[in-house]
């Protein structure tokens, strides 16, 4: 099966700082990928939409110059986090879809195990 | 306004009895919706997709029904185990273009031995 994998899995880090998640589709290659933060008890929002060799499109209200995304490979999509703050503390996750294959294929999103981001 | 309502409250069921969790959505009109698990502290795992044309569909233990007249999905997990328990979320994409999914607040199961 697809399988996506996340990196680092928790990260503690000082306000001020900058922290980099990366995303890797081990199997498949993944034109698009997403960002989704989640919130204690709250559901998946998605943070942006990453595209293989464009720009990120982000949903309203993510600020692009916080939360800045390379999606440079067809395997690889990074989210840094620049200049954490504590409100920033939340549970990140990426996800992939394939690339070829039928409409349905293309319809499931497989995630990452998620990053758990801490700011001190 | 465009919603997903999955019930908030936890689910609790004895081992052996079916679990049946309730997805509602309010101005969309899916042509497929899906359904994720998620255990905590990591990231969903997909179950099962139901196309608009379909009425239901079954995967081992699992079943989801699609009533795009109740604008309604129902999730059904039979001879529930304690390994069931987790989140399950379901989701959907907003606008027939729109390749990212919009989920639901997902219904926390709880099966007790």
């Known amino acids: 099966g697809a399988v996506v994998s996340q990196h ?10 900058s922290v980099k998640i990366e ?12 960002w989704y933060r989640q919130f204690p008890k709250q559901s998946l929002m998605l943070m942006a939409t990453s595209n293989e060799g464009s720009k990120a499109t982000y949903e309203q ?19 840094t986090v620049t200049s954490a703050h504590p409100e920033d503390s939340s549970f ?28 001190l | 306004s465009q919603k997903i309502e999955q019930n908030s409250e936890a689910l609790n069921i004895q081992e052996g009895k079916t679990a049946t969790l ?34 239901e569909k079954r995967k081992e233990r699992l079943k989801v ?12 997990i039979t001879a ?15 606008t027939p273009g729109r390749r990212a999914l919009t989920f639901g607040s997902g219904t926390r199961l709880q099966v007790q031995p």
């Open chain 1, 92 to 119: 990140y996750i990426c996800s992939a879809r394939v690339s070829s294959g039928g409409a349905i294929a293309k319809n499931i999103q497989y995630f990452g195990a998620g990053t758990r981001l801490s700011v």
């Open chain 2, 22 to 55: 309730t997805c509602n959505y309010t101005n969309y009109s899916p042509a497929y919706l899906q359904w994720y698990r998620q255990d905590p502290g990591r990231g969903p795992v997909f179950l099962l997709l139901i196309r608009e044309n379909e009425k």
């Open chain 1, 23 to 34: 995303c890797r589709s081990l199997d498949f290659q993944a034109t698009t990928m997403f």
């Open chain 1, 8 to 17: 680092p899995s928790r990260v503690i880090c000082k306000s001020g700082t």
């Open chain 2, 80 to 94: 529930s185990q304690p390994a069931d328990s987790a989140t399950y979320l379901c989701a959907l994409h907003a």
């Open chain 1, 61 to 79: 209200g993510v600020e692009k110059d916080k939360f800045l995304i390379n999606h440079a490979s067809l395997t690889l999509s990074t989210l």
């Open chain 2, 65 to 76: 029904t699609f009533d795009t007249t109740l604008k309604q999905s129902l999730f059904h």
